[in-house]
């Protein structure tokens, strides 16, 4: 142990020196461009539909800032939104610069928690030179996001100085860190993180930036009824779209379709079984798969596909052979596989309670797959109206998910209307685009109207350059974790130890 600090402690120092070079880049790295959105637009031209984004808000162009660590290519959900985001809002005319692990003002690192994404921190030279920059709007995509926490304080001091409203400072929330705590730590230390996380670390954001937006309402709301115990109005959701060309029981008619239907014909031939069911997710303890698999046991004549990776996929391996239940782990898929192994599910199933909001869920619906879901309030919020009331399942009660289910597939059996999903009712990218350039309009108008509601607090300028050296040094902590785990291969050092020297 006193050889691992004295290893840590000089990487960490530097680290520190690391983050003080200034680094020679221009701004064009910001600028970048994704093709997310083309297929969808295409389609809808040569279908006639309306493109909401130009009917629905305003023509006034911005120029925007959107902070990210998590960005195209990387496979996630946050990730996938945040090239949407960007490529929408430049579709519609703002000029819009993303600072991702990829811009050249930044030092990037991988993330712990996740081994296809990427953490970075900004050079303070650079976090200068942006800020020189004029931008109607800075969006900051969180949680973790040091640099977009550092570029907020950056632009509130700077606008306290020189008593303008520019730029209007946004936050968008993508993660229930208040139950990811309950998940990943013991019950003592889970809720003393919540309290020194939410409570003291996070009670600075509110007064940093001028509006938050969530997934849904329903989401992380022990983090956001703090911004509005600092004025009103302040509180917002960024909607989730969808490419609906991408996801369309059509794909079944494609190439990848028709392997994926080859192999789920073998397959449920080789396990005996009837139907297949399908879940997309990654494969960690706060996703509830090991509740799934169990479950697997109580369902007649029902095998599972399982896309998706992560630091759990051998402990659910090991599950799935220990209770002898027909489930394959197909691993990460993309492009017109992901688009098309959603046509091959009889019933999706996402047994996740820590969602934000469940684009899995979306794409399946798109894709016409009946759904089973656990009752939480994100799930009910964003597709209480897609799916009918008993596909929804009491959360950790396994006879409960097993009669959802069943019940989905008996009215799949039966071509029953009830259930049935209907792609029609759901937001498009170009819809959910807009609707997020009225939030910035309103951040913008709340940075006006609420000068005083919005002044740093006595106390908060007191503590705010101890705060800032807090998220400095938590900088440091969380590139020293990712050091570990990627010499340990990507498996946390606990798992690590456990395998080494207790497990024979």
């Not at 402990?315 to 959603?342: C, D, M, R, T, W």
């Not at 599910?345 to 798109?366: H, K, M, R, Y």
């Not at 570990?484 to 990507?490: D, K, P, Y």
């Amino acid at each position: 142990t006193v050889a691992t600090t004295k290893l840590l402690i000089p990487t960490a120092t530097a680290l520190s020196v690391l983050l003080l070079q200034q680094p020679a880049s221009s701004l064009s790295s910001l600028r970048k461009s994704y093709s997310y959105t083309s297929t969808s637009r295409m389609c809808q031209q040569q279908d006639n539909m309306p493109v909401m984004a130009q009917d629905t808000s305003s023509r006034r162009n911005m120029k925007i800032l959107v902070c990210s660590e998590n960005v195209p290519p990387q496979v996630n959900g946050i990730a996938r939104r945040v090239g949407h985001y960007v490529e929408g809002l430049s579709n519609m005319g703002c000029e819009v610069d993303l600072l991702s692990p990829d811009s050249k003002g930044v030092w990037s690192h991988a993330n712990p928690w996740n081994f296809t994404a990427a953490m970075m921190c900004i050079f303070p030279g650079y976090l200068l030179q942006l800020m020189n920059e004029t931008y109607d709007v800075v969006h900051v995509v969180m949680p973790m996001n040091f640099s977009g926490i550092w570029l907020l304080i950056g632009y509130k001091l700077l606008r306290l100085f020189t008593r303008t409203q520019k730029p209007a400072l946004v936050i968008s929330w993508h993660c229930n860190l208040f139950d990811y705590a309950e998940h990943h730590f013991p019950k003592v230390l889970g809720r003393f993180l919540k309290w020194a996380f939410f409570d003291i670390f996070m009670s600075v954001l509110p007064e940093i930036s001028d509006r938050i937006l969530t997934p849904t309402r329903a989401t992380e709301t022990v983090l956001t009824k703090k911004w509005n115990e600092h004025g009103s109005g302040r509180t917002g959701v960024c909607y989730t779209g969808l490419d609906k060309c991408n996801f369309t029981p059509e794909n079944r008619h494609t190439e990848a379709g028709k392997a994926w239907q080859a192999r789920k014909d073998r397959y449920l031939r080789e396990t005996g079984t009837k139907h297949l069911l399908l879940c997309v997710g990654r494969l960690s303890p706060e996703k509830g798969v090991d509740e799934l698999i169990t479950c697997m046991s109580m369902l007649k004549d029902c095998a599972l596909w399982l896309v998706g990776d992560g630091p759990d996929r051998p402990k659910y391996e090991a599950l799935a052979q220990e209770l002898k239940i027909p489930v394959q782990f197909l691993g990460y898929q993309k492009g017109e596989n992901l688009h098309s192994v959603y046509c091959m599910a009889d019933v999706f199933v996402c047994p996740s309670t820590t969602e934000t909001f469940g684009q899995t869920v979306n794409e399946a619906i798109a894709s016409e797959v009946r759904v089973a879901l656990p009752t939480v309030k994100v799930f009910t919020e964003a597709f209480g109206e897609h799916i009918p009331a008993d596909a929804f399942w009491e959360p950790m009660n396994r006879q409960s998910m097993v009669q959802a289910i069943e019940l989905q597939l008996k009215r799949l059996e039966e071509d029953s209307d009830i259930g049935r999903p209907d792609a029609n009712k759901l937001r498009s990218w170009e819809d959910a685009c807009a609707e997020l350039k009225k939030d910035y309009e309103v951040a913008e108008h709340v940075a006006r109207t609420q000068q005083n509601e919005l002044r740093l607090r006595k106390r908060t300028m007191f503590i705010l350059p101890v705060w800032i050296m807090c998220t400095i040094v938590a900088a440091n902590y969380v590139y020293l974790l990712s050091l570990i785990r990627t010499a340990l291969g990507g498996m946390s050092l606990r798992y690590f130890i456990k395998t080494t020297f207790f497990e024979s």
